[in-house]
Each structure stands twice: as structure tokens, then as C-alpha cells.
């Protein structure tokens, strides 16, 4: 047996143990388990901030279909909330898409799925969200999902983002988001990796959004919505499904 086979032998022996005992289910692929992955970084700052969406927790990711406890938020809210939409002919982009969601959308006929990164090699176009090549009132659905945070001028790429949204589409529009911060705190003095993961918790991030994020989103334009977990979803389904109470679900419109 070559390496490449005994893994994927211990993948399955891995997703039989898990799957013994039921308690958890992924409602993207629907596969049942015991337990989903732990995952994220554990980043002091992240701890010290209490940032929803971001930092190590447990029950994150669905070891069949490597879906995350966001990724499942937003799968769900669409198809109990948004669920109209998804069946008429839209225009829809994502951007740097999860691993579970691309085939999702690709299934359905009625949807023009737009899906892009940075990196080329990460979807199927190379987008760069403070320039987007497409025209004004283009997409009738955007989910940009932690990537904000990520990106140099933020609001840049919001104003981008306003500018291809259609006036009666809408925009989903996720951040890890700190508990305990007001203003979003963000140090333009840092430059190196080791800097961004002391001050932030994870190399990858230039900030970290307090309680003024919405008010952030509006100042470009959107109008803002915001849904808790719970007000489309039973506690049952939260726990079973792995979903992060505190991460609420920001929608921008025009």
C-alpha cells in the first residue's frame, strides 16, 4: 500500500470513528458525525479581543467536506433566508471562496457563479476586490467572507464592492469582529508576519473590527442589516449543525 492510499484508508477509518455517534451534522453534504475539527489560530490578541469568527475554537470544520462553522452560517442563512433569490437567474460573486461552495452554486443552472481570489490559483478568476473589472450595478449577490480584514484599505474594497452590487441585490459581508474593542484597532506601523500575528493573532490580518463595523459598511454606501444565528435558526440546530452563536450575518444593500 503507497503512502497516498494508507491515507486515505485513515481518512475513512477517521470518518467512520466520528460518525459512530451522530451528534453533529454538516447541512452542506450532509454527513453525520460525532464531533466536527477544532481549528483557527490561537493568536493572543485574539483571545485578548474576544474576536467572533476568528481564533481556535472546537467543532469547526466538517471532516468530509472541509465546510466551516461560517461557511455552514451562511450556506444555512441562504437557503432559509435568502432561498428565492437562489432560484432565479442571478449574477453571483464570491469572493475567495470556501472549498464546499463553489459546487454548490455550480449546480445551479439559474445562477451565474463568478468566484475569485487574488491568487489564481485559489479560484476561478484572479480578482483583486480594490479594482474589480466588472461594470457598475453588475451582481445581484456578492458573499465576500473573511477577507476584509485581510486587505491593506478595507474600505477601498467596500466602495468597490458598492459599486458592482445591482440596487436590489444585496451583499454578504463577513468579518471576524471583536466583543470587547469600539473602534476597529489597526496599526499602520506594522509590517512583518511576526508583527500582524503579535498585535492581531494571525499573520494574515492588517486589523482587527470592533463594534464600529457597520458603521464602516455604511459610510461607502450600504445599507446594513444585521442577523443573529438565532433568529433563523433553533438552538437545536445551531449546536448540530456547529454554528458560532456570536457571528452575526452582515447584509449590504443599495
Same mark, same amino acid.
Given at each position: 500500500?503507497?503512502?497516498?492510499?494508507?491515507?486515505?484508508?485513515?481518512?475513512?477509518?477517521?470518518?467512520? $470513528? $466520528?460518525?459512530?455517534?451522530?451528534?453533529?451534522?454538516?447541512?452542506?453534504? &450532509? =454527513?453525520?458525525?460525532?464531533?466536527?475539527?477544532?481549528?483557527?489560530?490561537?493568536?493572543?490578541?485574539?483571545? &485578548?479581543?474576544?474576536? *467572533?469568527?476568528?481564533?481556535?475554537?472546537?467543532?469547526?470544520?466538517?471532516?468530509?467536506?472541509?465546510?466551516? *462553522?461560517?461557511?455552514? @452560517?451562511?450556506?444555512?442563512?441562504?437557503?432559509?433566508?435568502?432561498?428565492?433569490? #437562489?432560484?432565479?437567474?442571478?449574477? $453571483? @460573486?464570491?469572493?475567495?471562496? %470556501? =472549498?464546499?461552495?463553489?459546487?454548490?452554486?455550480?449546480?445551479?443552472?439559474?445562477?451565474?457563479?463568478?468566484?475569485?481570489?487574488? +491568487?489564481?490559483?485559489?479560484?476561478?478568476?484572479?480578482?483583486?476586490?480594490? &479594482?474589480?473589472?466588472? +461594470?457598475?450595478?453588475?451582481?445581484?449577490?456578492?458573499?465576500?467572507?473573511?477577507?476584509?480584514?485581510?486587505? %491593506?484599505? *478595507?474600505?477601498?474594497?467596500?466602495?468597490?464592492?458598492? !459599486?458592482?452590487?445591482?440596487?436590489?441585490?444585496?451583499?454578504?459581508?463577513?468579518?471576524?469582529?471583536?466583543?470587547?474593542?469600539? =473602534?476597529?484597532?489597526?496599526? &499602520?506601523?506594522?509590517?512583518?508576519? +511576526?508583527?500582524?500575528? !503579535?498585535?492581531?493573532?494571525?499573520?494574515?490580518?492588517?486589523?482587527?473590527?470592533?463594534? +464600529?463595523?457597520?458603521? !464602516?459598511?455604511?459610510?461607502?454606501?450600504?445599507?446594513?442589516?444585521?442577523?443573529?444565528? *438565532?433568529?433563523? #435558526?433553533?438552538?437545536?440546530?445551531?449546536?448540530?449543525?456547529?454554528?458560532? $452563536?456570536?457571528?452575526?450575518?452582515?447584509?449590504?444593500?443599495?
Amino acid at each position: 500500500m503507497n503512502i497516498l492510499s494508507l491515507k486515505n484508508y485513515y481518512r475513512k477509518i477517521r470518518l467512520w $470513528l $466520528l460518525s459512530i455517534s451522530s451528534q453533529k451534522q454538516c447541512p452542506i453534504c &450532509k =454527513t453525520s458525525f460525532l464531533i466536527f475539527l477544532p481549528a483557527g489560530s490561537k493568536g493572543y490578541a485574539l483571545k &485578548k479581543y474576544q474576536v *467572533d469568527g476568528a481564533g481556535y475554537r472546537k467543532n469547526v470544520i466538517c471532516p468530509s467536506c472541509n465546510s466551516s *462553522d461560517r461557511s455552514r @452560517l451562511l450556506y444555512l442563512f441562504l437557503i432559509k433566508m435568502r432561498a428565492s433569490i #437562489l432560484n432565479k437567474n442571478i449574477r $453571483l @460573486l464570491h469572493i475567495a471562496p %470556501d =472549498t464546499e461552495f463553489p459546487s454548490f452554486f455550480k449546480n445551479k443552472k439559474n445562477i451565474n457563479y463568478y468566484n475569485g481570489d487574488l +491568487d489564481k490559483n485559489l479560484a476561478d478568476l484572479e480578482i483583486d476586490i480594490t &479594482k474589480i473589472d466588472f +461594470d457598475q450595478n453588475f451582481f445581484d449577490v456578492i458573499i465576500c467572507n473573511h477577507v476584509l480584514e485581510q486587505l %491593506d484599505d *478595507d474600505f477601498i474594497a467596500l466602495k468597490e464592492l458598492f !459599486r458592482v452590487l445591482k440596487k436590489d441585490g444585496f451583499a454578504i459581508l463577513q468579518s471576524p469582529i471583536s466583543r470587547t474593542l469600539e =473602534t476597529t484597532y489597526e496599526n &499602520k506601523s506594522l509590517s512583518t508576519a +511576526d508583527d500582524y500575528l !503579535r498585535e492581531y493573532g494571525q499573520p494574515d490580518m492588517r486589523r482587527i473590527f470592533g463594534q +464600529d463595523y457597520q458603521n !464602516r459598511l455604511e459610510s461607502v454606501g450600504f445599507k446594513v442589516d444585521i442577523y443573529k444565528p *438565532d433568529t433563523f #435558526l433553533s438552538y437545536d440546530l445551531i449546536s448540530r449543525h456547529g454554528i458560532n $452563536l456570536n457571528e452575526n450575518i452582515y447584509i449590504g444593500t443599495k
